[in-house]
């Protein structure tokens, strides 16, 4: 793949993978946290704090997810032909050096997130906020990366730590470390989706 514009693939490496169809995991029951008539079990030291807390962030996380929504249909309006094959998590502990007699080459490795989807899926988290990757990849492939389809990828990963984080603690659970990262994790996103919601 040396040498090729970013996201080029052959046919045969794509031919079997999945489209990308925004489905959140767990999204549902996100909602039923969110749910102030529903029911809370204390299943564990932090369920009844997590339920709490994603009560408290309903009105923020409702209009997040209708603005991930909102970014979904402009993603389906766009032309399928600008759909590119898109690793889902290339970040450093995705990648590997491999040394050879042509020289070294850094080679991304774990593809089981991969699906056929706009390049922005790749893109949001390789810009490091200064704009420099997305006018290099512009610069090398033609396709020029768009704010709301980035705005989308970034919502999706929050959105499926929400919902990922919210099942795991209304769930039976132990006091682990796994568990109290899980909660931390919960209340920094909810409040920061509730300091970014427009004032009432």
Partial sequence: MRGRPAHTAPAAARRHALADDFT????????????PAGDVVDSGPYALAASALARRGAAAI?????????????ARSRPPGRAVLTHGE???GNT??????????????DWDT??????ERDLWLLDPGDGTILRA???ATGVVPEP???ELYRLRWD???LAAGSRQLRRAHADTADASKTWQLLRTLVERIESDAPPR
């Fill in 24 to 35: 959140v995991r767990y999204r549902g029951e996100l909602v039923a946290a969110c749910d």
């Fill in 96 to 109: 590997i050096l491999t040394c050879g007699e042509s020289g070294n080459s850094w080679l991304l490795i």
């Fill in 114 to 119: 991969a699906l056929v989807a706009p390049p």
């Fill in 159 to 161: 959105i499926t730590d």
């Fill in 137 to 139: 990849y512009a610069e």
């Fill in 148 to 150: 709301a389809l980035l």
């Fill in 62 to 74: 409702t209009r997040l997810l209708a603005r991930y929504d909102q970014l979904v249909a402009l």
């Fill in 90 to 92: 290339p970040h450093p």
